[in-house]
């Protein structure tokens, strides 16, 4: 029996190994790269929202210390901009704790979604199986 091994493989034009293994990498969706809301963003912000999700390891709460944003690139001179952006956007939640001389918590949120519904679901919309679904759910929960 073959033993797994460890670490995930990425396509090589993916990676900068020569190997392509990565400790870490991020997994985006179609529809948050399609959707008008993301593309209104400007590029910098995207690009810290990549970085964020990198950051936060898969966990929805996390830090992102000025440090961190360098060693992606991001400027610190435009580092609030991009976060006013995506909190603006409802990408993000911003929990500021600077008169505690802490580092501000960030959160993910999905109030992006709300204004700008995916095509996914708005077809779920019309279809009647997803109506009953979703009348059931609201009756449960």
């Known amino acids: 029996m073959s033993r797994r091994k460890?670490?995930?493989?990425?396509?090589?034009?993916?990676?900068?190994?020569?190997?392509?293994?990565e400790k870490r990498f991020l997994q985006v969706g179609n529809s948050l790269l399609l959707s008008k809301k993301f593309q209104s963003l400007g590029t910098g912000a995207r690009l810290l929202y990549l970085c964020m999700a990198m950051?936060?390891?898969?966990?929805?709460?996390?830090?992102?210390?000025?440090t961190a944003a360098k060693k992606y690139g991001v400027p610190s001179t435009s580092l609030r901009r991009y976060i006013k952006q995506l909190a603006d956007g409802g990408f993000i939640k911003v929990t500021s704790n600077k008169n505690l001389r802490k580092p501000n918590v960030y959160e993910f949120s999905s109030a992006w979604r709300t204004d700008d519904p995916s095509p996914l679901a708005?077809?779920?919309?019309?279809?009647?199986?997803?109506?009953?679904?979703?009348q059931s759910e609201s009756l449960t929960g």
């Open 55 to 66: 950051e936060s390891g898969g966990r929805r709460t996390f830090l992102l210390p000025r």
């Open 122 to 134: 708005i077809s779920r919309r019309s279809d009647p199986v997803w109506t009953k679904i979703e």
């Open 6 to 21: 460890s670490g995930g493989t990425m396509l090589p034009w993916m990676s900068a190994k020569a190997d392509g293994r």
